[in-house]
């Protein structure tokens, strides 16, 4: 009688446990209520149970409510533990705060990998630091976006390849309606400085 009781306490105990909603989901209701304090609460005891996921939620929690620092903290924390997604917002956030060296950190792996989400940022950083050959290598994996190709043009330029630089703000112009005003403006300022007249005039009309 003893053991059937003890039993009996037992499956009561874990259907109860299955019931309990997740720290996690709590702090998702919390959250939609409006209540932050409880949703911080929450979603922390949720990472303390290992749930990756929680940490990103956290995050964004922290970046809706204008605290970056320790926004980055918990981005931080799940890129430590794999997630890619927090390594690609990890790197925007330090491209919005020109920590160029923090961009190449979180966006050459992503990078190498393929993901294009991360180009321009990266080879933005490159840039802003003079590192042009990597800024060229990596805005080169992307060269179809006009807003890439204007960095692009831009490296090349840095670089002394007035040749590829035409090329590139070229491209960006006679291939794309929208988008080209900077590509433009460069390479008018290109032209005036080569005192190529014939292209300047062919090319102004277009401002």
């Known amino acids: 009688m ?8 037992s499956v009561f105990v874990i259907l109860l446990n299955s019931c309990s909603p997740s720290n996690e ?3 998702d209701k919390y959250k939609k ?5 409880k949703a911080i609460k929450h979603y922390k005891l949720a990472i303390e149970d290992g749930s990756t996921r929680s940490m990103n939620k956290l995050a964004l929690l922290y970046v809706n409510n204008h605290n970056l620092s320790e926004a980055k903290k918990y981005y931080q924390m799940s890129f430590e533990q ?3 997604s927090a390594a690609q917002i990890l790197a925007s956030l330090c491209a919005s705060n020109e920590d160029y060296e923090g961009t190449i950190k979180y966006a050459k792996t992503l990078a190498d990998k393929g993901n294009l989400d991360v180009i321009y940022n990266l080879g933005n950083a490159y840039l802003k ?10 805005l080169e ?4 976006s006009v807003f890439t190709k204007n960095l692009l043009g831009e490296a090349y330029y840095k670089k002394g390849d007035l040749v590829n630089a035409e090329k590139i703000w070229k491209s960006a112009v006679d291939n794309h309606k929208k988008g080209n005003a900077s ?3 460069k390479l008018l300022k290109l032209y005036l400085k080569q005192g190529n007249t014939a292209q300047y005039n062919k090319y102004k009309n277009l401002k």
Do not use: V
């Open 183 to 185: 590509s433009l403006r």
């Open 25 to 27: 989901s709590l702090a």
């Open 141 to 144: 994996l992307d060269s179809t």
């Open 2 to 9: 003893r053991m059937k009781n003890l039993l009996q306490i």
């Open 33 to 37: 209520n409006g209540d932050t304090e």
């Open 129 to 138: 630091l003079r590192r042009y050959d990597e800024a060229i290598k990596y």
């Open 82 to 84: 794999g997630n890619e």
